[in-house]
């Protein structure tokens, strides 16, 4: 999952995503990435530590494992694994893309479910990272210079992929308000050039309880709008639903 523009919400819905997977009657195992290096929320929506070290991300992957890999994990009171490094650009410029690669991989068969929350610059590791996912949702408010953004940024994964990724394009902070100014889902769709794949409703109140509780919005503010937004999100990318407004995409490595 990747945002458009700063603040279109990308973070709060991936941990959302991620709460409502491990909530299920299955129980199942999920892990949130947090990639962004820089500017990365996860831990601080959640209010925990992260545990990921930039520093063994800059080492051969040969050296990364499972037993590591647990040592980097914060687990979540509310059932969800997180990996996260706290925010630095000191170590930037030589995080190892295998390296990166091979957490994934690790995570991948240690999780049912491994959610990634992608910064929105480019990085060494986004085309492996996208090719190698389910998945790749693309977050955009509902304001026109968002929606630019929102084309370049599917564009920039359908062209770092080599036309394998195909992402999924998700307007976030749907107002009530049927009349006014704001942008409609078909004029976002003429904007961005293609199909949008699913609407989440503006629920300012639950985002802010979550935030400031370190909770997914589920459980600040049980049935609302929002939540209730992203469960169907999770019901269309089931395998064998069909999503109404784009294509199912083919599965891939889970991630």
């Not at 959302?16 to 909530?23: D, M």
């Not at 990724?165 to 050039?193: C, D, H, W, Y």
């Given at each position: 999952?990747?945002?458009s523009v700063g603040g279109a919400g990308a973070t709060?819905?991936?941990?959302?995503?991620?709460?409502?997977?491990?909530?299920?009657?299955?129980?199942?195992?999920?892990?949130?990435?947090?990639?962004?290096?820089?500017?990365?929320?996860?831990?601080?929506?959640?209010?925990?530590?992260?545990?990921?070290?930039?520093?063994?991300?800059?080492?051969?992957?040969?050296?990364?494992?499972?037993?590591?890999?647990?040592?980097?994990?914060?687990?979540?009171?509310?059932?969800?694994?997180?990996?996260?490094?706290?925010?630095?650009?000191?170590?930037?410029?030589?995080?190892?893309?295998?390296?990166?690669?091979?957490?994934?991989?690790?995570?991948?068969?240690?999780?049912?479910?491994?959610?990634?929350?992608?910064?929105?610059?480019?990085?060494?590791?986004?085309?492996?990272?996208?090719?190698?996912?389910?998945?790749?949702?693309?977050?955009?408010?509902?304001?026109?210079?968002?929606?630019?953004?929102?084309?370049?940024?599917?564009?920039?994964?359908?062209?770092?992929?080599?036309?394998?990724?195909?992402?999924?394009?998700?307007?976030?902070?749907?107002?009530?308000?049927?009349?006014?100014?704001?942008?409609?889902?078909?004029?976002?769709?003429?904007?961005?050039?293609?199909?949008?794949?699913?609407?989440?409703?503006?629920?300012?109140?639950?985002?802010?309880?979550?935030?400031?509780?370190?909770?997914?919005?589920?459980?600040?503010?049980?049935?609302?709008?929002?939540?209730?937004?992203?469960?169907?999100?999770?019901?269309?990318?089931?395998?064998?639903?069909?999503?109404?407004?784009?294509?199912?995409?083919?599965?891939?490595?889970?991630?």
């Amino acid at each position: 999952m990747t945002p458009s523009v700063g603040g279109a919400g990308a973070t709060l819905v991936a941990v959302e995503i991620a709460y409502q997977l491990s909530q299920r009657e299955e129980r199942n195992k999920v892990c949130l990435v947090d990639l962004d290096f820089f500017d990365g929320a996860c831990a601080s929506y959640l209010n925990c530590p992260a545990n990921l070290s930039q520093s063994a991300l800059t080492q051969s992957a040969d050296r990364i494992d499972e037993a590591l890999l647990q040592a980097f994990i914060t687990h979540h009171k509310n059932g969800i694994d997180l990996l996260a490094a706290p925010r630095s650009n000191r170590l930037w410029n030589a995080i190892k893309p295998e390296a990166i690669l091979k957490v994934l991989d690790i995570a991948c068969r240690l999780y049912d479910y491994v959610i990634v929350d992608l910064p929105r610059w480019p990085s060494p590791w986004m085309s492996s990272v996208v090719t190698g996912a389910d998945e790749n949702i693309v977050m955009s408010e509902l304001t026109v210079p968002a929606l630019h953004a929102a084309r370049n940024r599917a564009e920039e994964l359908e062209d770092v992929s080599e036309g394998i990724a195909q992402p999924r394009i998700i307007l976030n902070r749907m107002s009530k308000k049927l009349f006014g100014n704001t942008v409609t889902v078909s004029q976002a769709e003429e904007a961005i050039g293609r199909p949008v794949f699913a609407t989440i409703s503006s629920e300012w109140e639950a985002a802010l309880a979550a935030v400031n509780f370190g909770q997914s919005v589920s459980q600040a503010k049980p049935g609302n709008r929002l939540a209730k937004d992203v469960t169907r999100i999770i019901e269309l990318l089931e395998p064998g639903e069909e999503a109404a407004l784009s294509p199912p995409i083919p599965s891939r490595k889970r991630s």
